[in-house]
């Protein structure tokens, strides 16, 4: 299967700082997305990218699908954006693979 | 339109009981997944189905674990009976079979066994 791995696992920040957070995968893929799950668990769809970049709001991630990597970026950070940050990957429509998560805390 | 709908989203039993946990998938989703998400990990696939049809269910410990999609709408899982180790959050998603495949998530049932 595909082997996903996400980077760093954990992150502090200060309110108002930026940061990158990023997602190596092993094998091609055409379904990449990333999911925020907030305090209560619930995984929230943040991007479907399979490749290119998408900007929504404070949030933009690009997939570099020849080079295997895709990267969110959060701007301008909130503490509502706190939580863990996963990328899942699959090739055609067989099972997804997810990475181990980046745990996000934004301090006021 | 209405998410994934899951159900409960708590449930505490003790030890060798059973338990069983519901799930709505978006409508016209065809295709159905229960995950297994334990502290501090990611999401961890148990099976998926195809309509009714369990396309993957080789991670599902068949021994005490039990699915099913009967019209290839909602679905259940089973455990029974329950061990110590059970405890965890019980996901289900959904997504088109064809197009995009984006893949959607319940809210997830907190599965505690004491």
């Known amino acids: 299967g595909i082997q996903v791995e996400q980077s760093p696992p954990d992150l502090i920040l200060q309110e108002g700082a930026n940061s990158t957070l990023r997602c190596n995968f092993s094998d091609s893929v055409n379904n990449l997305q990333w999911f925020h799950q907030n305090p209560w668990g619930q995984l929230i769809n943040l991007f479907y990218i399979p490749s290119g970049t998408k900007q929504n709001g404070r949030l933009s991630a690009t997939t570099v699908a020849t080079e295997r990597y895709s990267l969110l970026y959060i701007s301008s950070s909130q503490t509502t954006d706190s939580g863990v940050y996963f990328c899942a990957a699959r090739y055609n429509f067989n099972k997804f693979y997810f990475g181990s998560g980046t745990k996000l805390n934004v301090k006021p | 339109e209405a998410g994934v709908v899951q159900s409960p989203r708590y449930k505490i039993i003790e030890k060798k009981q059973p338990v069983a946990f519901w799930c709505n998938p978006i409508s016209g989703h065809n295709t159905l997944y229960w995950y297994l998400q334990n502290l501090g990990q990611g999401p961890e696939l148990l099976i998926r189905y195809e309509n009714e049809e369990a396309v993957d269910d080789s991670q599902l410990p068949k021994d005490r674990f039990s699915a099913e999609r009967l019209k290839g709408v909602d679905s259940t899982l089973k455990i029974q009976p329950a061990e110590l180790g059970d405890s965890a959050v019980y996901l289900c998603?959904?997504?088109?079979?064809?197009?995009?495949?984006?893949?959607?998530f319940g809210e997830g049932s907190r599965l505690t066994v004491l």
């Open positions: 998603a959904s997504s088109f079979t064809s197009g995009s495949g984006e893949l959607f």
